[in-house]
């Protein structure tokens, strides 16, 4: 997500994660019983390295931490900035993880809150923040990677590369394991990232190569968002793989904790993915999770995103912005329209739902030519 209001709003997505983090089974049905509390982060927050806030794109919830407390709830969560402000371009902010502690007081399904207290049902403070850092150690950055391509060492593959020789995230989802391990997944590769639980760099999987960005017949991992004084990639948009600021979105993994799944913001380039109205056939990559070091492609689907009129009535597509994983055939998709907000030209946003998507039919793609730098 990419966005920055004056305030970070973690009601409607606490409600969605702790509720449906744990082991649901399949075959049952599901209720939105509303919305249960609001709360705010001021974006005058300083963390503990002199920082101001910043934004929140993916979350995990520290389920060990959460307890009944009289009426309401305690615990916490990780929560996971992207690339940095929302500002003309990219700037060289340093990748990190947040660590909130919540207090959560739920009004009851169908009523009001007390007058005075609408955004006040959820009490967030930040308490810790960790620096994520590349495999050596060094800092990260959230500066669009312009032409640069770190070359394939070890276990590691091509990775995204600043000008200032820094390794380039722009983080959207994370997975926290029982141990800290924790798996982050970006938009720049579009790669997935494992990190201990100090934040370095372990291993990292790149996705299949139709889903690569690549220009001029090579991987450039630029989003068309130069920082300060760069130039702007040539050409602006990837001739194939995932369309700038359109990587892996949505990550979770599923309860037996067996598979992750990793979804496309929405369709790669070669498939639609050129235009805010044609991008509908995303993919939904499902990783066997046996070796957590290696990564390994199970299944590969294609998901269909869904189709809304925006307050012009023309059609658009909603990207995904997140995931939860029922099981490796199913999990819970966000789609949401973008662009709208407050501060933005059109105040009002006009869709956003939650879907079950269901993929015990799809067809399996993985592995296959669709899979290849070029699509038959």
């Not at 819970?332 to 662009?339: F, N, P, T, V």
Request: without cysteine.
């Amino acid at each position: 997500m990419k966005h920055l209001n004056r305030t970070v709003a973690l009601g409607a997505a606490i409600a969605l994660f702790t509720v449906l983090s744990p082991a649901l089974a399949e075959g049952v049905g599901y209720v939105n019983k509303g919305l249960v509390g609001v709360g705010r982060i001021p974006a005058s927050q300083k963390d503990k390295f002199g920082e101001t806030f910043g934004s929140g794109s993916g979350m995990a919830i520290d389920a060990k931490s959460w307890a009944r407390d009289g009426a309401g709830y305690k615990g916490s969560l990780w929560l996971l900035p992207d690339r940095g402000y929302k500002v003309a371009g990219t700037t060289d902010y340093r990748p990190r993880l947040n660590t909130i502690a919540i207090e959560l007081t739920p009004t009851a399904p169908g009523a009001a809150p007390a007058a005075g207290q609408e955004q006040s049902g959820v009490k967030a403070t930040l308490v810790d923040t960790m620096l994520l850092t590349d495999d050596n150690g060094a800092d990260a950055t959230g500066l669009d990677p312009l032409n640069g391509v770190r070359p394939a060492a070890g276990d590691m593959p091509i990775l995204p590369q600043a000008d200032n020789g820094k390794l380039s995230l722009d983080d959207e989802a994370v997975v926290r394991l029982p141990d800290g391990i924790m798996f982050i997944s970006d938009e720049y590769g579009p790669n997935i990232y494992r990190f201990s639980a100090d934040g370095s760099l372990m291993s990292a999987t790149q996705p299949p190569a139709a889903l690569v960005p690549m220009r001029h017949g090579k991987p450039n991992f630029a989003s068309d968002n130069p920082g300060p004084g760069a130039a702007e990639p040539d050409p602006k948009d990837p001739e194939t793989g995932r369309q700038n600021n359109q990587g892996l979105e949505g990550m979770s993994m599923t309860p037996d904790g067996k598979f992750l799944i990793a979804v496309l913001q929405s369709a790669p380039r070669q498939d639609g993915g050129d235009s805010g109205s044609t991008r509908r056939n995303t993919r939904a990559l499902v990783y066997d999770a046996s070796d957590l070091a290696h990564l390994k492609l199970a299944h590969e689907y294609v998901v269909p995103l869904p189709v809304f009129k925006d307050a012009k009535g023309k059609a658009k597509v909603a990207a995904q912005s997140e995931i939860v994983a029922l099981s490796d055939k199913s999990f819970l998709m966000l789609a949401r329209d973008s662009g709208n907000g407050q501060g933005l030209k059109d105040a009002e946003s006009v869709y956003r739902k939650i879907q079950i998507v269901d993929l015990s039919a799809a067809t399996d793609i993985a592995n296959g030519p669709f899979d290849a730098a070029d699509k038959p």
